[in-house]
Nanobody, 128 residues
Framework: VQLQAFGGGLVQAGGSLRVSCSAS????????MAWFRQAPGKEREFAAG????????YYSDSVKGRFTISRDNAKKMVYLEMNSVEPADTAIYYC??????????????????????WGRGTQVTVSS
């Protein structure tokens, strides 16, 4: 599957932004999906994940309560709604896909090495 993240930009602290990820070349409901982010000089970190049918979502402590991940398998899209953004949210945001066999019902992991496919990131900059 090929992934493409888009929708990043410049937003003021306290504002909102939605980034999107489009998928092609695969059946999206076979993949657990996640958003990772990487700030300058820092390692890539897990931000949010969603299971294959969208029933369960997972968040890092740093974004919990402010960000919402969702997916539309029919449209092959994954979204990250970011509210009450902070300068610390400034980073390149990447969407990632983890292929699972049908019997694997585990939720998304926070280890980037578990993900099989990555899209090119989209830059989000939060001004203070």
């Amino acid at each position: 599957v090929q992934l493409q993240a888009f929708g990043g930009g410049l937003v003021q602290a306290g504002g909102s932004l939605r980034v999107s990820c489009s998928a092609s070349g695969g059946t999206l409901n076979r993949y657990v999906m996640a958003w990772f982010r990487q700030a300058p000089g820092k390692e890539r970190e897990f931000a949010a994940g969603i299971d294959r049918n969208g029933a369960s979502t997972y968040y890092s402590d740093s974004v919990k309560g402010r960000f919402t991940i969702s997916r539309d398998n029919a449209k092959k899209m994954v979204y990250l709604e970011m509210n009450s953004v902070e300068p610390a949210d400034t980073a390149i945001y990447y969407c990632a896909a983890d292929y699972r066999i049908l019997s694997d019902s585990r939720g998304p992991t926070q280890n980037p090495h578990d993900y099989d496919y990555w899209g090119r990131g989209t830059q989000v900059t939060v001004s203070s």
